[in-house]
């Protein structure tokens, strides 16, 4: 048997391995090789060397504030979701009644469409910033909170139900001999059921974060960058460059390059770091 599926393993693993190649591995190689062309379309790219990845930084401050306003939202929103549900997972393995429907309830937010939530979001929070003269987009404080907001409230159940697998996990030998010993809640929580469900951590962490800095649909729904381009994110001022400005394809091209090895170097920066602590663990 184990001989006959290692025969056929490249014959199964053959169309979905195409369908990459076609799908991610090509554009991937065209659209590095374009970062450094400038093109209306891929058959008329002439070669500019790095001069488009210049203009990202030269030509305005956008693509720079972008960046910064990227980060602090993915900063706020990693700790808040991962807190949060972390706290909801430990609630609800404690057996109490009721606790399949919280976590039902607490996922649904999930399964929402980024752009539809960015407009239930928006007319939630300017319905109730109307009452006191404001909306959403009145100052950038109001859209990066509600973008923090919106990504909590659709993430939280989604981290929750990962916890929730990785603590129920935890051995109950272990609990009820630390219980024997006499440790508290706390030294439980830090020193055992912590430590044990790191690579539940280390999978929340990296969901939260590459979702966060890649976020697009939400900000184009709930502020579309305003006021002044003050709450727009990497994704979106990509799109913008690309789309919203002539003779800048390669330049939104190159925003995109940079924009993927910055995540890319983040996130296999935290895959590192938590790994090490699962084996120490």
Partial sequence: ???TVKRYFALFVLPTLIAFVIAFVIPFIMGFYLSFTEFRTVTDASFVGFSNYVKAFTDNNEFAASMWFTVKFAVVSVISINIIAFLFALMLTRGIKGTNLFRTVF????LIGGIVLGYIWQLIINGVLYNYGYAITSKAAFGFWGLVILMNW???GYMMVIYIAGIQNVPTDILEAAEVDGANKATTLFR??????MPSITICLFLTITNSFKMFDQNLA???GAPSKQTQMVALDIYNTFYGKIGYEGVGQAKAVMFFIVVAVIALFQL????RKEVAS
Avoid at 107 to 110: A, E, L
Avoid at 192 to 197: H, L
């Fill in 1 to 3: 048997m184990v001989k």
């Fill in 107 to 110: 996922f649904m937010p999930n």
């Fill in 154 to 156: 659709q993430m939280i």
């Fill in 192 to 197: 055992i059921i912590i430590p044990s469900v």
């Fill in 222 to 224: 709930l502020t579309a």
């Fill in 272 to 275: 590192w770091a938590t790994r």
